[in-house]
């Protein structure tokens, strides 16, 4: 009888992920890693970063931690260049950072507005720019953006994050076209309210409003979100792009 040969379902692919020092980009760096992947995981928080490299390391894991401004189009060339330079590819991109702004239309300011659009959309946009062409050197790829449900449905209160979040849903589905033709694809992960940081932080105030949006009788964990960026980074998703996974509770059930 042969022999079944495990391996990690991302063996030998490299992954940057962004935001990746605290919720759901802490849980995809460890999770990816466990997989087999090779883990670029970027943050502006680099002390908090080094410590998820650190616990990946510790448990057999290949990862390097890097500091890094979403917003600056010379860190981003920095990030990818410095990946190239230990792994010699990019397979996979998680634009995962972003930051939370529960204010309505009237009350926010056009520089908080800006600050939110740059980090949550411009900052994705910047790293695809940079990755895709060397996603194409190499023979495709998976560019998973980290979207909302906010980007489907309106949440009040939130008008610059769900504005933000429904232009990378658009987005996401014009590279999927864009690029669909050099094996690279482009999916977008719609989570519903999901415990990390930002959100106790962000919408503490709001959480049991939202709970009754929530069809399941408690809020989402970073895995629950990671083991679905999992599955679209890994060859198991190799005919999907242009989708949206959601995963939210049931919230947009209703």
């Not at 056009?110 to 994705?124: A, R, S, Y």
């Not at 560019?143 to 939130?158: D, E, F, K, P, Q």
């Not at 960026?229 to 049931?250: K, N, Q, Y």
Request: with cysteine.
């Amino acid at each position: 009888m042969e022999r079944m040969i495990i391996v990690g379902r991302l063996s030998g692919k490299v992954a940057i992920i962004t935001g990746a020092a605290l919720g759901m980009g802490a849980a995809e760096a460890k999770l990816f890693a466990k997989e087999g992947a090779k883990v670029v995981a970027t943050d502006i928080k680099d002390d908090v970063l080094q410590e998820v490299v650190n616990e990946i390391k510790a448990n057999g894991g290949d990862a390097i931690g890097l500091k890094h401004n979403v917003i600056s189009e010379e860190e981003w060339k920095k990030v990818i260049q410095t990946t190239i330079d230990h792994y010699g590819k990019v397979d996979i991109l998680v634009n995962n950072a972003g930051i939370a702004s529960p204010k309505t239309m009237a009350q926010m300011e056009m520089d908080e507005w800006n600050k939110v659009m740059d980090i949550n959309l411009n900052g994705c946009v910047i790293g695809m720019k940079y990755v895709i062409p060397e996603m194409q050197k190499s023979g495709g790829g998976s560019l998973i953006n980290i979207s909302s449900i906010g980007g489907i449905v309106g949440m009040a209160g939130s008008s610059p994050y769900t504005a933000a979040k429904g232009a990378l849903r658009s987005l996401t589905k014009s590279a999927a076209v864009e690029y669909g033709k050099d094996k690279i694809r482009v999916n977008s992960v719609h989570p519903g309210i999901i415990e990390t940081p930002m959100t106790a932080e962000s919408f503490k105030d709001a959480l049991p409003f939202y709970k009754t949006f929530t069809q399941l009788p408690y809020f989402g964990q970073p895995e629950d979100v990671a083991y679905g960026v999992l599955f679209l980074a890994s060859d198991e998703s190799r005919f999907m792009t242009g989708a949206e996974l959601v995963i939210d509770g049931g919230w947009t059930a209703i």
